[in-house]
C-alpha cells in the first residue's frame, strides 16, 4: 500500500495560489512543452489551470517571457 504523504494547512493553500510558468522545455524533432513550476514537470497541453501530477494552480499571464531550455528526453 502506498503512503500519503500528510501536508499542512499552509503547504496546501500555497498548491492553490497560482505559480507562474516560467520555463519551457524543447524536446529533439521541435516539440516544446511548458514545465511545472513546482515539480518541474512537463505539462502535456498548455493553459491548463492545474498541474495534473502535483495539483499546482498555474498562471499563464507570462506566455510570452518564457525560457526556452534544452532538455534530454529522458528526464
Known sequence: MKK????????AISYRT???VT???????GYAFPRCPRCNVIIERFFQ??????????DWKPIYNLKAVERDPKE
Open 23 to 29: 520555463e519551457i522545455s524543447k524536446l529533439p524533432y
Open 49 to 58: 489551470s492545474y498541474c495534473d501530477r502535483c495539483g499546482q494552480c498555474l
Open 4 to 11: 500519503v504523504k500528510k501536508i499542512t494547512a499552509e503547504e
Open 18 to 20: 497560482p505559480m507562474s
